[in-house]
C-alpha cells in the first residue's frame, strides 16, 4: 500500500503537524471563550415571590379570595393578581385544595411622586430644610405608599420632620374614614393624604404630632398641606409648605 506520509519530507511532516495543533488549540480557545462570554451574559435574577401580608383576603364557606396580590418575577417587576382558591374537605376534616384560579389585576396607582432629595424656601427659618422621599412601597389593598423624612444635617427646624402618605384609591387608604370625617372635599383634590409628625424644634399648631396631611407633586415641586390644628381635623387647608427637587 501506498503510504503518502512516508513520502513527505521531514520539515512537511513537521509543518503539517504544528498546523494540526494549531488547529486543535484555537478550537479549544474559541469554547472557552464562548463558554465565558455565556457566563456575563447571564442576567442577574430575583428569587420570585408573592407577597400575600399586602394583599386584601377574605374568607367565605371553603372559598379564600385575594384581591391585589402582589408578586415579584424574576427580574424584580411587581406584577398584581386577583386569586380565588377552592378547597375540598375530607370526611376527617383534612383540607385540599379543589381549584385555584387567577387574573391579572390593575397595577395600582403612583401619581406623579418622585424619590430623592428635595430642599424647602430658605425664608421658613434658619438652616437648611432638606427633606428624603422614599417610595413606592407596596401597600395593603394595592395602594402605593410613600414617606419622607429630614435628611442628615437639615436643620432642626426642618417640618415636617416625618411622613407617610398613601397613593390610589382613597377608599383603599387606611385614613379613609379619618379624611372623610374631617369634612374634606376629596372631589375637589388630587391631593394624597397621609399623616405627618413635626421636627426636632418646630412643634407648632399646624404641623402637630399625627397631624393629617395632603401631599401633592407637579414636576419637580412637591406640596404639603396641614389639615389639623393641635390635634383637631380640618374640612380645609390651616398651612403648607413646598419643597423642590434637587438636581
Same mark, same amino acid.
Given at each position: ?108 396607582? @403612583? ?12 425664608? @421658613? ?5 432638606? @427633606? ?10 394595592? @395602594? ?104
Amino acid at each position: 500500500m501506498f503510504n503518502f506520509t512516508r513520502r513527505l519530507s521531514p520539515n512537511l511532516t513537521r509543518l503539517s503537524g504544528a498546523i494540526i495543533f494549531c488547529a486543535i488549540a484555537y478550537t479549544a480557545n474559541a469554547q472557552t471563550k464562548e463558554s465565558s462570554l455565556g457566563q456575563i451574559a447571564s442576567p442577574a435574577t430575583t428569587t420570585p415571590s408573592a407577597l400575600f401580608q399586602f394583599a386584601t383576603l377574605t374568607g367565605s364557606g371553603t372559598t379564600i379570595t385575594g384581591v391585589l396580590v402582589p408578586v415579584v418575577t424574576s427580574t424584580g417587576a411587581i406584577i398584581y393578581q386577583n386569586i380565588t382558591i377552592q378547597f375540598d374537605v375530607s370526611a376527617s376534616g383534612a383540607l385540599t385544595v379543589a381549584s385555584l384560579v387567577t387574573a391579572p389585576a390593575p397595577t395600582p396607582v @403612583i401619581s406623579s411622586f418622585q424619590a430623592g432629595e428635595y430642599v424647602g424656601p430658605s425664608t @421658613i427659618n434658619s438652616g437648611e430644610n432638606i @427633606i428624603n422621599v422614599s417610595g413606592p412601597g407596596v401597600a395593603t389593598g394595592g @395602594i402605593t405608599e410613600w414617606s419622607l423624612a429630614a435628611a442628615s444635617g437639615a436643620s432642626c427646624n426642618t417640618y415636617p420632620g416625618t411622613a407617610t402618605w398613601y397613593v390610589g384609591n382613597l377608599a383603599d387608604s387606611p385614613l379613609a374614614a379619618r379624611v372623610k370625617a374631617a369634612g374634606i372635599n376629596t372631589t375637589a383634590t388630587t391631593m394624597s393624604f397621609g399623616v405627618a409628625s413635626p421636627g426636632a424644634c418646630y412643634p407648632s399648631l399646624d404641623w402637630y404630632t399625627d397631624t393629617l396631611i395632603g401631599v401633592s407633586q407637579v414636576k419637580n415641586t412637591l406640596t404639603i398641606v396641614s389639615f389639623t390644628y393641635y390635634g383637631t381635623d380640618k374640612s380645609a387647608p390651616l398651612d403648607q409648605i413646598t419643597y423642590t427637587l434637587k438636581p
